[in-house]
């Protein structure tokens, strides 16, 4: 997808020719493999690393064009939203120190990009997903304008013919619509890759897969998403439904989803990847493609492909093959898309110095992991350990079903030591970085635990907006210092600052999780919820979720008195006591702008609606009481 000149994909003879593109690349892919033209014998590593950018109220910074071009360097480019960016890594050799030297640069170029987005007034963040994000900054007035972006967006959309529909139950549950792509650019991840010889691709890409679930389990850090606390790795699931571009079926059909996991262990060589791939998705995008690739071979020359990886960049499998042409060789790689960013570069760099070691150790142990493992074990593993990280219980050769800390300290650690020995890592190096996965596994706290744990803390002493605040200043800080998660203290509500820039909108101080009635139900059902929930209002939503009416404690009263007097009977639908003239705000609207409005309309509640006039939330007399004590405390310590 870093092509620029990428076309429209509805244009059908467009589409045609491309794909007949397509095939000759394949085609010549096939023939080098056959005659042995791709590079062997050389084994170079390389990285990926997304950035999130944040504002002063630690809320998603839409700045990235203008960091980028202050940058001004081919190394940094942009991402799907303007609140991230990337960067990429010059690949480096494998030799003994070639990982602190990845680290070295990775840390310099987030140096870079924090020097250029303090002068626009935004902060950079390692995060997989950042906490702050909300469904509102999804818009495609958010989406970076670069014309393959949104080709991207109207293609993944025209496939679908419908609006995406997410359903994520972890300990929490997220059940949301949405009308774009602009979820996937929640997700920041650290994508590393691994130049392989082509006579060993199958074998090395199948242990990609097999040690997938077991390096993804040691490094999740992506546990929340709009407030709720979802899979350790929520990136997981959201990218999926995010790009999957499959509708409803009548039939007990299957149809494989752009971004996966895979189906089956690959035999021979990479070829049948790429092939499966173009036989199970359209083509969705074209772009001018001059090259004859069959006639660069017969020259000499190695071909580009770039028919080939465009497709190969509409699809997204979690262990990618990636071909590539470096100072003039062509070469193959497998592109690791599991590891999320952060929650530090040294925890970054050890999640693939683990991998990097497992994919030779494994190697070394087990001369064919299919033989001994099934395929189906390997992708119940990811979902376990996506679903569950240090939690999961993982199949693995030789071995009954262990839990994933048992797994990784007894048996992978040691196989990562060895691989890494083997590929000539600097001894200190392989001490450094197995220290910090075997410090994580041990304490449990991967970032992802880090997170929940915090976000348990400060959510009995603060409300939503200013949680998720918290964490994004309080991981900024301790980042800062370089040391590991597993040794980083929980966030506490001092880490977030100055407490206003917290309460400034609806959206940051509204109760989402609220308790509704029908119009047609029992009056009585409504006074039971308010008496059971503790509460004085209750919204009366249709089967839409629209917002028609109001109940008050008030009306409930007065219905009371009147049926004392004889003058009523409470066997009445909801309907004949709402207020149906509601006063509503958006979720963005100013609070003190809410706080007026209950001023003068002499109301304790305002029901929080969205343009479709959706209830969204409500935000309430006791909402601002337990914010103003919350501050008068605050002002008060500090006085």
Same mark, same amino acid.
């Given at each position: ?22 095939? *000759? ?110 469904? +509102? ?14 080709? $991207? ?15 994520? #139950? ?12 602009? /979820? !996937? ?51 997981? *699931? ?33 070829? !049948? ?53 470096? #100072? ?10 599991? /590891? ?8 970054? @760099? ?8 497992? @994919? +030779? ?53 040691? $196989? ?32 992802? #635990? ?16 200013? +949680? ?22 929980? *966030?506490?509500?001092? =880490? ?16 989402? =999780? ?11 059902? *409504? ?33 009371? +008195? ?43 509640? /305002? ?24 501050? $008068? ?7």
């Amino acid at each position: 997808m870093g092509e620029q000149t990428i076309k429209h994909g509805s244009d059908s003879a467009e589409l045609r020719e491309f794909t007949r593109k397509l095939l *000759a690349d394949l085609h010549a892919l096939e023939r080098m493999l056959a005659d042995n033209v791709i590079e062997s014998g050389v084994t170079r590593l390389g990285a990926e690393q997304e950035l999130a950018l944040v504002d002063e109220d630690w809320r998603p910074a839409m700045v990235n064009l203008e960091v980028l071009e202050r940058i001004d360097d081919p190394h940094f480019t942009t991402e799907l939203g303007k609140f991230n960016i990337e960067f990429n890594l010059d690949p480096v050799d494998l030799a003994s120190g070639c990982l602190r030297q990845m680290e070295d640069e990775i840390e310099r170029y987030i140096g870079v990009a924090r020097q250029s987005a303090a002068r626009s007034g935004a902060s950079v963040v390692l995060t997989g997903i950042l906490p702050t994000l909300d469904k +509102s900054d999804l818009t495609l007035d958010n989406m970076t304008p670069v014309p393959r972006y949104f080709q $991207l967006n109207e293609a993944m959309t025209r496939l679908r013919g419908r609006n995406y529909d997410f359903r994520i #139950k972890g300990r929490d549950e997220l059940l949301i619509e949405h009308d774009n792509v602009m /979820l !996937e650019a929640c997700n920041t991840s650290f994508q590393i890759h691994f130049q392989v010889a082509p006579e060993r691709f199958a074998t090395r890409y199948n242990i990609a897969q097999a040690v997938a679930a077991p390096v993804l389990a040691a490094a999740t850090n992506s546990p929340l998403l709009f407030g709720r606390s979802l899979w350790r790795e929520t990136r997981i *699931a959201l990218f999926q439904q995010s790009i999957d571009t499959r509708a409803p079926s009548a039939h007990l059909r299957d149809m494989s989803p752009r971004v996966s996991f895979g189906r089956a262990w690959v035999a021979e060589s990479a070829l !049948e990847i790429f092939q499966e791939d173009l036989a199970r998705f359209k083509v969705i995008m074209s772009t001018d493609v001059d090259e004859d690739p069959l006639s660069c071979l017969q020259e000499g020359r190695a071909p580009e492909l770039r028919a080939l990886r465009l497709h190969n960049g509409t699809v997204y499998r979690w262990n990618r093959p990636c071909y590539g042409v470096s #100072k003039g060789k062509p070469h193959l790689r497998i592109e690791n898309r599991v /590891l999320p960013a952060g929650p530090t570069v040294l925890d970054e @760099m050890a999640n693939a110095a683990f991998w990097f070691g497992l @994919m +030779s150790g494994v190697g070394d142990s087990y001369e064919d992991i299919t033989r001994v493992m099934e395929f189906e074990q390997a992708r119940e593993n990811f979902v376990r350990a996506a679903r569950l990280g240090l939690g999961a219980q993982f199949h693995w050769p030789g071995q009954p079903q262990l839990p994933a800390q048992k797994l990784i300290l007894d048996v992978l650690a040691p $196989l990562a030591r060895q691989g890494l020995k083997s590929l000539g890592i600097d001894e200190a190096d392989i001490d450094r970085y197995l220290a910090v996965i075997e410090g994580r596994v041990d304490s449990f706290q991967t970032g992802a #635990k880090w997170i929940i744990r915090s976000y348990d803390e400060l959510r009995q002493k603060c409300t939503r907006s200013k +949680s998720l605040a918290t964490l994004v200043a309080a991981s900024m800080q301790r980042e800062s210092t370089g040391e590991p998660v597993h040794t980083w203290s929980l *966030a506490t509500p001092a =880490d977030a600052g100055d407490q206003r820039k917290h309460y400034l909108r609806i959206d940051q101080i509204m109760t989402t =999780d609220l308790f509704t009635v029908n119009r047609d139900e029992l009056v009585d059902m *409504a006074a039971y919820v308010m008496n059971w929930q503790h509460i004085r209002h209750v919204p009366v939503e249709d089967e839409e979720h629209r917002l028609v009416g109001l109940v008050s404690h008030r009306a409930l009263l007065r219905l009371v +008195s009147e049926t004392l007097e004889g003058q009523a009977t409470t066997a009445k639908p909801v309907s004949e006591i709402m207020n149906t003239n509601v006063i509503t705000v958006r979720p963005e609207t100013p609070t003190l702008e809410a706080i007026r409005l209950m001023r003068i309309h002499r109301i304790s509640c /305002l029901p929080v609606v969205d343009s479709a006039n959706r209830l969204a939330g409500i935000v309430t007399e006791h909402d601002f009481m337990e914010i103003a004590r919350q501050l $008068l405390e605050d002002f008060l310590r500090e006085d």
